[in-house]
């Protein structure tokens, strides 16, 4: 793992050559996360999910995050929010909603099962 400063370097180097791209912006978001610095990570998580509704796994790292930081009021807004936007993509977010026993599940229950598979993935590494 590179140390803090290397990371930082490489984020704001990221943001500079792809400043509206989601997933760029939910990195930098994890880094400040992993920092401990809750208040930027949640804006940056925000600012992910408002420039592609669209993205699955960036609406289940958000609710994550609201899940470990937020309080229960924040975790139901970001429910509903991604329940309303129906998001179709992710790489993790497209596996389980198009696995067989998944098929007509509501977002809801994707949104949980890609926040489960997160767990393991931060687990394994």
């Not at 180097?13 to 912006?25: G, S």
């Not at 990570?41 to 669209?54: E, F, I, P, Y």
């Not at 993205?55 to 609201?66: P, V």
Request: charged share 30%; glycine share 2%; aromatic share 8%.
């Amino acid at each position: 793992m590179a140390t803090r400063s290397q990371r930082k370097t490489k984020s704001m180097d990221a943001m500079k050559k792809c400043f509206r791209d989601p997933h760029v912006t939910a990195a930098v978001a994890k880094l400040f996360w992993q920092d401990k610095k809750v208040e930027k990570a949640r804006a940056w998580l925000k600012r992910a999910v408002t420039l592609n509704q669209d993205i699955g796994d960036h609406w289940a790292l958000y609710y994550k995050f609201e899940l470990q930081h937020g309080t229960e009021v924040r975790q139901k807004q970001i429910l509903a929010k991604c329940v309303a936007h129906e998001p179709k993509r992710g790489e993790k977010w497209q596996a389980i909603s198009k696995a067989v026993e998944n098929a007509h599940q509501p977002t809801e229950v994707i949104l949980n099962k890609v926040l489960i598979a997160l767990s393991k993935e931060e687990k394994a590494t």
